[in-house]
């Protein structure tokens, strides 16, 4: 995207147009005391200088000396050059949707591509552009979900989903008068039996997380239909990798999937800006929030692309909106694209795999340490729950001086899990890193009294 300034002549003639003489007269009524202060600020460096300060600066951040164990809904991934090579070019380089859509052809087609893979990934019919992140993305589910159930005042909350998300939900519901029930885990899932009890006539929606916040995964076909039952919604939070080896939401029943599409090429950035991801059935296509692209003919009979639903103005509503998005997240929606078509179905079966061996491979060495155990016998992909001899977080700060982002301490999120913490293990990880890793707390649990 070119920069064109404009010329003194250009500024002349705008001045004139709006009636003042200079610049400074369009500031006229900013007191003199405030105006144009006197920064404090160190002379100017040359372009070798600034490179040095900056690599210096970087060097600071202690993140970028330790190995990374940690996940809990933000992954450590690789990424291939090219997503970045590709994302970064200039017409692409930019996270703004255009309001005059159909004159952008390559972005609409970009958004179409990416809605397509969503859809493959999920095994659903219908993708929007995308969202901000997760959790927002799934309150906008749960709202479709209460639109779609006549007379629901209460959305059922599966007690494993990511606490982050559960807080969101809490947030916002109680601005809208909606009741959110969570039922407590069970051996690090879904509480069958209390689901079944909770969701009733008149629950919107089950909300359940696979694989979910302690990394174990299930088959959800059974909530699925424990839903519908009741006339309720089931809705599902995915982890887009998971999906290269696991059950789909939609052969599982799901009526939305969502998601949090960072592990696609998005690298970790300090948390943001991530990906929203949705997906659902036909049946509520005119529900879902933000924008679809959908593909056409044009008058002359070449294939074309437009922004199907929804015009920026439809959402402009204020009260009756179905939602507050209006917009999608280009860029990062782009680079999931890029990653995707890069890895192709083969390469993210074998990415996912790599996830799960190293994962397995690290869980199993764990619970060989003396003091430390597996506290859910369960199935899990990239991440699994440890449980120390004492205090989670000694055991993580100890691990942190040694050069590990060890994992996530669980007791701040569940009561009686001060002990545990969250493991994660992807692709990114080496034998000798996790040999090191499990070293460590080795010689750690050595060294206690």
Avoid at 420 to 441: A, G, N, W
Wanted: proline share 6%.
């Amino acid at each position: 995207m070119s920069y064109q300034p404009h010329t003194p002549a250009d500024r002349q003639a705008m001045l004139e147009a709006i009636g003042v003489a200079s610049v400074e007269d369009l500031f006229a009524d900013i007191p003199a005391s405030i105006a144009n202060p006197s920064l404090d600020l160190p002379p100017p460096l040359t372009e070798p200088e600034l490179t040095r300060l900056m690599q210096q600066r970087a060097a600071q951040n202690e993140g970028a000396r330790l190995t990374c164990f940690l996940g809990a809904g933000a992954y450590d991934h690789f990424i291939p050059a090219v997503v970045d090579e590709l994302a970064g070019r200039g017409e692409f380089y930019t996270a703004y949707t255009p309001y005059q859509a159909e004159m952008s052809q390559g972005l609409l087609q970009s958004i179409y591509e990416y809605q397509s893979m969503i859809c493959a990934l999920t095994g659903l019919e219908v993708s929007n552009a995308s969202l901000y992140e997760a959790a927002t993305a799934l309150w906008e589910a749960i709202l479709m979900a209460e639109r779609a159930v006549p007379h629901s005042r209460q959305v059922v909350l599966d007690g494993s989903l990511n606490p982050r998300y559960r807080a969101v939900i809490q947030s916002y519901a109680r601005r809208v008068n909606l009741s959110v029930v969570e039922i407590p885990p069970r051996d690090g899932g879904l509480d069958w039996e209390a689901a079944a009890a909770q969701v009733q006539v008149g629950s919107s929606a089950l909300v359940v997380q696979n694989p979910n916040f302690f990394g174990v995964v299930d088959d959800y076909t059974r909530a699925a239909e424990m839903a519908h039952a009741a006339g309720a919604l089931f809705i599902m939070v995915v982890n887009p990798l998971s999906l290269g080896l696991l059950k789909t939401p939609g052969e599982m029943g799901a009526d939305i999937c969502v998601g949090e599409g960072q592990p696609l090429g998005i690298p970790l950035q300090f948390g943001g800006p991530y990906l929203g991801f949705m997906a659902t059935t036909r049946k509520y296509i005119r529900s879902l929030p933000g924008r679809l692209i959908g593909a056409t003919v044009d008058a002359r009979g070449e294939r074309g692309f437009v922004m199907t639903l929804r015009a920026r103005e439809q959402d402009i509503r204020r009260g009756r909106a179905s939602s507050n998005i209006c917009t999608n997240q280009a860029l990062m929606a782009l680079r999931a694209t890029l990653y995707l078509a890069l890895v192709g179905p083969q390469g993210l079966r074998e990415v996912a795999e790599l996830n799960l061996r190293r994962a397995h491979y690290l869980r199993t060495r764990l619970a060989e340490l003396p003091g430390f155990s597996l506290p859910f016998a369960r199935p899990t992909f990239n991440e699994f729950v440890v449980a120390g001899p004492t205090d989670a977080e000694t055991i993580l700060q100890y691990l942190r001086q040694q050069g590990f982002l060890g994992g996530l301490a669980l007791g701040p999120y569940y009561a009686g899990m001060e002990h545990c913490f969250l493991v994660c293990c992807t692709e990114q990880r080496t034998r000798e890193e996790m040999d090191r890793y499990i070293e460590t707390l080795h010689r750690w649990a050595r060294q206690r009294p």
